[in-house]
């Protein structure tokens, strides 16, 4: 049996629309794909949200508008 290297998996911010009375949050997406195939769309978060990505912000951000659940689900 060989070991195997575990990759530390990368994850860029995204920004939730406000709906309701929600506010707008940062939200983290996981990288399934290089950041050049990224052009600013919805994608789908780690908590399952839609969310805008922005390849500016990496995660975890230093905000306070940041998604409870994609903080929880991120940590290592």
Avoid: I, K
């Amino acid at each position: 049996m060989t070991a195997q290297t575990l990759t530390p998996t990368a994850f860029v911010a995204a920004r939730s629309r406000a709906h309701g009375p929600t506010v707008a949050l940062w939200h983290a997406v996981e990288l399934h794909r290089s950041e050049c195939e990224l052009d600013g769309a919805c994608e789908l978060t780690v908590c399952g949200a839609l969310a805008r990505v922005t390849t500016d912000e990496r995660w975890p951000l230093a905000a306070r508008d940041v998604c409870p659940a994609c903080a929880v689900l991120t940590r290592c």
